[in-house]
């Protein structure tokens, strides 16, 4: 009697938890967010998991024609694997141009609350940018990633096609490989062209031939 409570407490927790928490935790890997407090992800994870296993449970019952028992193993993992796909796929949908211009009108957040990598994403694919340090050294290089967003926390980006700009020849060094780079040693940031989106710049860089962040 003891197991079988305990299953069933283990069970309510995945179903009541779980598929929110993975679908939450999918989706920041695509949009960037800002790391949440215990108390808050918990809450969210409660609100996110009731429309997901509702609607795993009718699913699996019109395709199978028997009730979910959430204690099966198989269940669980198939619950779970629903869950990432949802949080994947609302990831995918949140980042399309329409539903966008949608959310600004309505003044939502943007799907991506790391600045910087949105103004990234706004690059062409393997456009370089110009990055001036705090000793106004320069070198430019094109963004692939950086560590997790965390307000408040020190960020850390990589870089790659590296060139160094050098000031008595005036020319561009190239260098191999790539350079990981503290955040907190950049002054500004250039692009070669103005950051927007079909006509709206989001407020994100003031419209000009070039872009500075």
């Not at 949080?87 to 966008?100: D, F, H, M, P």
Request: aromatic share 12%; glycine share 6%; charged share 20%.
């Amino acid at each position: 009697m003891e197991s079988y409570l305990s299953l069933q407490g283990i069970a309510g927790i995945i179903a009541f938890l779980l598929p929110g928490y993975f679908a939450i935790k999918t989706y920041s890997l695509v949009n960037s967010k800002s790391e949440r407090d215990f108390s808050a992800l918990l809450l969210e994870s409660a609100v996110f998991s009731v429309p997901i296993a509702s609607f795993y449970g009718y699913i699996f019952e019109s395709i199978t024609g028997k009730r979910v028992v959430s204690t099966d193993p198989l269940h669980v993992i198939t619950l779970i694997l629903v869950s990432i796909l949802v949080g994947y796929t609302a990831a995918k949908i949140r980042n399309l141009k329409y539903v966008q211009k949608i959310a600004n009108r309505f003044s939502l957040p943007d799907a991506d609350e790391d600045f910087l990598q949105r103004c990234f994403k706004l690059l062409d694919k393997n456009e370089p940018v110009a990055i001036t340090l705090a000793d106004n050294d320069v070198f430019s290089g094109t963004p692939r990633s950086g560590n997790v967003f965390k307000s408040g926390y020190p960020r850390q980006y990589y870089f790659d096609n590296i060139a160094w700009y050098n000031k008595a020849t005036k020319k561009w060094d190239e260098h191999p490989g790539s350079l990981i780079l503290d955040l907190s040693q950049v002054k500004y940031i250039e692009t070669a062209k103005t950051l927007e989106t079909e006509g709206k710049n989001n407020g994100i860089i003031p419209k000009k031939t070039a872009s500075r962040i």
